[in-house]
């Protein structure tokens, strides 16, 4: 990978801080990022902002690896260590928890996969503390619902259903677990627009599923092609309100390398609704970490290429300059727009367009009765 010191400014990053994270994960395994990043920290760096940053553990984890973390002012190196370490418990705490919950599921026979931020951190990322989540995701079978529903009860935890048709939280009384996501499909059925905008195949993706040894509890996750395709539809789902979903799927490149068929992930793009939220999400990734032009091959163009919209709209690209710049998205007006180019097909667009109008006139009734 090459980019000199010259090209820094037209990184697509808002701020000096932005940068020197990315930097700090890139020099890791790179003399010449290294180079940059200690000319970057002696040109000054504004630490408060950098600490603030949710990403920010991954880079104090590389400066650390580097032993460049004596270059950060004391009191701020003494936070982030803090954090490091009070994340790094608290990730441990609650693994330990889900892995007995899997250990639970699997004497019931009930097969499970793990999902994003805690399978990943177990895995992908070189160190457990790295990541932060708020949450633990499962995926069920959808005829194994009421089965787990009665294991969890037996488990001390409250069920809450939400007004999704594909998840219900659980919340355990005991102790101070975090919430659990149950999830039987990864695709909200009753969002106007999810519904029409992506195809996901659950019975593909468990036929395609992993084994794999969670904290000495057999579970499976996804396959890399799978978690790809999911991970940058979960991003555009959420608004791509946070960066570290853009880490999971850099780390995951890292450590499957030459493992993704990108054949596979292609055709099942197209056949899942699913080219523009990859698209988005590695292209956002190629600007940040330049991984298209780095030596290990984590990325081709030639897959950019295949995956990138035929038309791209000023109102779609300037969406997308907002989300490189890590600034923030308005929650509905983007998220709008982003699924309706998502949307390939126009009889859908309108089918969505008409279900949200008629759900939308629906939502004061609904209220009502939740009230009553």
Not at 72 to 96: C, D, G, Q, V
Request: glycine letters at 2%; one cysteine or more; hydrophobic letters at 40%.
């Amino acid at each position: 990978m090459h980019l000199i010191v010259s090209q820094r400014e037209k990184i697509l990053t808002t701020s000096r801080e932005d940068f020197l994270i990315s930097l700090s994960i890139l020099a890791s395994e790179n003399n010449e990022k290294k180079r940059e990043l200690k000319k970057t920290l002696d040109e000054g760096v504004n630490w408060d902002r950098f600490s603030e940053r949710e990403i920010s553990l991954s880079a104090y984890y590389h400066l650390k690896k580097l032993s460049l973390h004596d270059l950060i002012p004391l009191p701020i190196n003494r936070k982030l260590e803090n954090r490091f370490l009070s994340n790094t418990a608290y990730n441990i705490i609650h693994l330990e928890n889900l892995a007995q919950l899997v250990k639970n599921l699997k004497d019931k026979k009930i097969p499970v996969i793990i999902l994003k931020g805690a399978a990943l951190c177990e895995t992908v990322y070189p160190h457990v503390g790295m990541r932060a989540f708020c949450d633990l995701d499962i995926l069920i079978r959808k005829k194994d619902i009421q089965r787990v529903m009665g294991l969890l009860e037996q488990l001390d935890y409250t069920l809450s259903f939400t007004h999704a048709r594909h998840h219900l939280m659980a919340f355990q009384n005991s102790n101070h677990s975090l919430p659990l996501e149950v999830h039987w499909n990864l695709v909200n059925d009753a969002s106007p627009f999810q519904k029409y905008a992506f195809k996901l195949s659950m019975d593909r993706f468990w036929q395609d599923a992993r084994p794999f040894n969670f904290r000495g509890a057999e579970a499976s996750w996804l396959s890399p092609e799978h978690q790809l395709i999911y991970l940058s539809v979960h991003m555009l789902k959420e608004g791509y309100s946070q960066r570290k979903w853009l880490l999971d799927i850099y780390y995951l490149l890292k450590y499957f390398k030459e493992q993704i068929d990108w054949q596979k992930l292609l055709e099942e793009c197209r056949e899942f609704h699913a080219r523009r939220p990859v698209y988005y999400a590695l292209s956002a990734l190629d600007e940040l970490f330049h991984i298209t032009e780095m030596k290990e091959g984590l990325l081709s163009r030639k897959v950019l290429d295949e995956l990138k919209p035929r038309r791209i709209s000023r109102v779609e690209r300037s969406i997308f300059d907002r989300l490189v710049k890590n600034k923030p998205l308005n929650s509905y007006f983007h998220r709008f727009f982003l699924y309706v180019f998502s949307i390939e097909r126009l009889t859908d667009k309108l089918k969505a367009l008409l279900s949200l109008l008629k759900y939308s006139l629906q939502l004061p009734y609904i209220k009502l009765k939740e009230k009553a």
